[in-house]
């Protein structure tokens, strides 16, 4: 079946598509629909059926008739071994490409810049490979470009059961993305055959508005119209049963007999029928070496030279391959398209199978040294080692060290476009050449760096073998340290660091693994020696002056040391002052993400979270720009969320923590920033008063033991007892509690602020042994006031008082709240409120009681912690309050008066102007103007950009 194919009589003829009349008309209102409204989303036309049903023949209807309504097309083809990463979004997009302004990173990806090797011997730091986030960006970034030069696309695929899985895996991401981007894909696959691809198709498949059209055979009626078509000539009955008997009705079957036939002059009558089982092969390339036998020896060369090249073969190539002259090779190739095995004008055959059954057949072990010197062949032509390592991956390993570089050079590819799994199988092979032996450590390492992402067990392997192959060490060993910590394996991390430090000679790299050494430490949260290493890091840096990048790691560390220890604040600060005082840059040979985030816990633990804000969002912008968009940025994210939470914006921090948790999904469950992220969307549900929903969460993302062994904050164990108590499962949340408070003093972190499992064991406590729970709350509010943060230690007496209870709890409670009011922290604030105002209630100070409770009101408002407002205010009337104070978002708690006044200054009027429309008082005006610049925290100057009321001026 072909949609315009030459006539068997005349080469020039154009032969009608006349069967699959449906299928057309199904493409027709498929490409009708998508020119109607490009941008809405449209989901992928799958062709699918065995081989020889007319798929491609479909594709060129598919591409005749965007063509017709004006629309691109793009087309890629897949073929054995073309599972390479993106190798299909490269065939689509890389000629319109080459024109356009593209970054670095969209360049790289379609090989127009080289990528040099993984590894580079000479520079002693820690590959950071992209994470596959960031180039699906991109993709979608050379797609949007392609895109804005030619207009709506329709990018075809064929054969895409031989696509790479990682082209298909994008395709479902951007078409899931629609509207937005107007491009539809088509993809042609054959069924019944296993391959890489079955996940990603399937999922394809399944997307809304997928369409899948599903090609079986040709029915008799449809075969006899067919041949008469082809031939020219009605055929009687027993000619087209017997056809449509000796083919089974497969379209291709049925096209390349009668071709058979007719060149021989069998024509379709009564008296030929006989003849066509003769001209019927037994299957799609079955009978095809029979054929190339007796055409000749030079055809059979060729044939397989075709066959091994696949889309990169030119009669030049193919040629050479095959070992004959160029007059030779061009006239092998014109006997086999005399033979109708090749499509006329091009080195391709016509029709998939027959390369694969002359692949096939090749011996195996003559196939792979013709793979081995097409990989010559093609690199000799141009061709880079994305192309060279398709056939080194098929060649025989014969200690080539050219080919063990072309496989290094491919796997830098493969990792720059996010596939490190790629990687590490090119490195596989090039370990199989095998490599020189002064390469076989580098070797190791490139694979410690190309599977850390994926397996950091399998990389820290890798890492052992290349230091004890004499790699250079400190690279490596801190790549080892990573991948053993990321490996929950904490100990073993800081145990090769510790090592290391006494092997290195050279200073800057003592004081590197030093400080790597010190932050696994850090992050450990069975650390044994804690008080030890806090000491020997003291010593250490306490002549240090923040004047080299080492010496301002090491000093971030001690102030994370004073911090978790809870030493005196002003120590901390110092520290981490000289550890910032050149800035802080988190990526790259001179960065440190993990100072980066230890820098701003410091300035958040010891109340700077302007600061700390200041620090992230640095941090973030830089992070997004070089593209570290996976755990990094989820991680920086979630901390960011908990600045926001504690600075009074709920809503936001929601927000923010709601984007960590979906970068870190794809995460491995026990990846520390997995659970920062979830251990800091439980706590602002909590906040909010949404209880269910993080008990939900909880379960659903397994939010339990065990727990891992980095440090997390917020304490996971501390957040999930929170979430039980609220359940009302206290005995849960004591147990845990516990446990948090064991782990804790093992390593004397004996900070309230950073871990508050004391003074939240103790209000668990209160209804139930209160004796026990005063001395909990003693205890964490004496650390808080150790440590000197107001916002901590306002915190403690908060969960103080309510474990003290009745008279005894007012004091602290009050002084909780004199506290808090003026850190920013409005959240806190705001439950120290209603906390106060509910026990003055009770304690029958119902006038006290009201206005407390109103201004706890006001700042739940503020803070977007709704159901905190709600206990307020209901609170507030059960001391006989009522409310008479509008909601208006931006002036949350302000009277109706006061709306007014505020309106009028930020019109522009002076306070006895505004006192003169009013007829009140300038005194009475100042004070309203003091309540609402308290209340909303800002100044005259910032009362134009609020939401005021219309002030009637017109």
Known sequence: MTADDAGLRDSGARIPLLDRQAEQRLI??????????????HGPLLLEGMSGMGKTTLLDVVRRQARQLGLTTLDAVGFPHSDRAYLMARQWFLHDAQTLPLGPLERRLLGLEPQGRLVDRAV?????PLERSVVLDAWDAIAARVVHLRGALVLLLDDAHWADPYTLDWLHRLIRQQPARPLLAVLARRTGEPSRTHRPLTELAGLSGAVRMTLGPLRLPEVRSLAGALLRESPDATFSSMLYRATGGVPFHVVDTLRRAAA???????????????????????????????LGAAQVCAARALAVLGPHATTALAGRLAGLTPDRAAAALDRLRE??????GQPAFVHPPFADAVYDAIPHGERGLLHAKAARLLADAGHG????AVHLLAAPPEGSEWAVEQLRAAAALSLAAGAPEDADRLLARAQAEPPPPALRADLHYERGVATFPVDPQRSAGHLQAALAGGRPREAAVRLLAKALAHENRLPEAAGILHQECHRATRKDSQLRLLAERFLWSAYWEDEPNAAKEHKLLERITDRFTGNTVENRRLLVLRAWYATIRGCPVATALRAVGLGTCEGLVWTGDEGDFDCGVLAALVYFYCGRARRA????????????????????LALALALRALVLLHTGRLAAAQGESERALRIATGLRPMSHARWYALSTELCVLLARGKAEEAAELSEREHFAEPFPAVVVLPSPRCVLAEVRFAQGRTAEAVKLLTAAGAHQRARLANNPAVCAWQPLLAQVLAGRDREAAREHADEGVRRARAFGVPAATGEALTRAGIAYGGEAGLPLLAEAVELLDGTGDIYRHARALTEYGDALRRAGRKAEAREVLREAWVAACRAGAEKLAERAQTARRLAGGRDRTPIVPGLEGLTERQCEVGALAAAGLT??????RLVVSSAVVSKHLTKIYKRLGVTRAALADLPWPDPGLA
């Open 28 to 41: 027709g209102n498929t490409l009708g629909a998508f020119m109607a409204d490009p941008s809405a989303r």
């Open 124 to 128: 002693n730091s820690v590959f950071a």
């Open 264 to 294: 021989d002059g069998v024509r379709p009558l009564a008296r030929d029928a006989d003849q066509i089982d003769g001209y019927a092969l037994p299957a799609i390339g079955q009978g095809l070496l029979p054929l190339l036998d007796r």
């Open 339 to 344: 033979a109708l095995l090749l499509v006329p």
């Open 385 to 388: 080692p994305e192309v060279t």
């Open 613 to 632: 804000e200041q620090i992230l969002d640095a941090g973030i912008a830089e992070l997004r720009a070089r593209r570290w968009c996976g755990g990094h």
């Open 911 to 916: 306070n006895q102007q505004i006192a003169d």
